[in-house]
Structure formats: structure tokens, C-alpha cells
Nanobody, 127 residues
């Protein structure tokens, strides 16, 4: 079983950048496809980014495409979410998630496909 811990959140201004990290322990990260989701107060959890086990495939929704980038360093057991040109509507708690039931090249955009979740890190973007 893998444990996930997010870090890197904070309070920034619109247009700034942040890099979130998700550190895994307990199992080698290369076994898992990874995803980032976010949840704002009063809203449903929203897909932000996904990366395949081998890192060769990534998937991002239109709302963040061109601004956010997901990457992974399996040697460091860490997944990253680089967020540029942040907007107030990006304000949310950001969660990383892991799943190991699929293919090495596949990405997973749905929250129910993930078995393991971190505790989340708050990102607040002021206008």
C-alpha cells in the first residue's frame, strides 16, 4: 500500500506560479499511475491532471491545459504539478492520487479509478 503526501501549496497572486509535489512512501511509485484533483468549497472534486506509470502519457483538461504540467520522478518517488499563470478560479484543495490496476501507458481522469489519496494541500490565488 502506498502513502501520499502533498506539499507546495500556498497563497499567491493571480499570474503567479506554484509547484506542488506528491511524495510517495510504502511502495515504489513506478507501480502507480498518478493523478491530481482539486476541490473548491461547495464544489465537486475536479480532475486536474494525470500521468501514466511510465511517464510517457499525460492528460489535462482544457481548463488547465497550457498552464499546468504534470511530471514524475520515479527515482525520487515523487509526482509534480507545475502550475503557471494561476487564476483565482484555481483556488482549491489539491489532492494527488494513485492507482495500480491498469496498463503502464494509460492515464486515468476519473476519481473513482484511484484507490489511494493524499490529504491535500491548499492553493489560494488572490486577484
Amino acid at each position: 500500500q502506498v502513502q501520499l503526501v502533498e506539499s507546495g501549496g500556498g497563497l499567491v497572486h493571480a499570474g503567479d506560479s506554484l509547484r506542488l509535489s506528491c511524495a510517495a512512501s510504502g511502495r515504489t511509485l513506478s507501480w502507480y499511475a498518478m493523478g491530481w484533483f482539486r476541490q473548491a468549497p461547495g464544489k465537486e472534486r475536479e480532475f486536474v491532471a494525470a500521468i501514466s506509470r511510465d511517464g510517457g502519457g499525460t492528460l489535462l483538461p482544457d481548463s488547465v491545459k497550457g498552464r499546468f504540467t504534470i511530471s514524475r520522478d520515479n527515482a525520487k518517488n515523487t509526482v509534480y504539478l507545475q502550475m503557471n499563470s494561476l487564476k483565482p478560479e484555481d483556488t482549491a484543495v489539491y489532492f494527488c492520487a494513485a492507482q495500480n490496476t491498469g496498463l503502464t501507458w494509460k492515464t486515468y481522469p476519473r476519481s473513482y479509478e484511484y484507490s489511494y489519496w493524499g490529504q491535500g494541500t491548499q492553493v489560494t490565488v488572490s486577484s
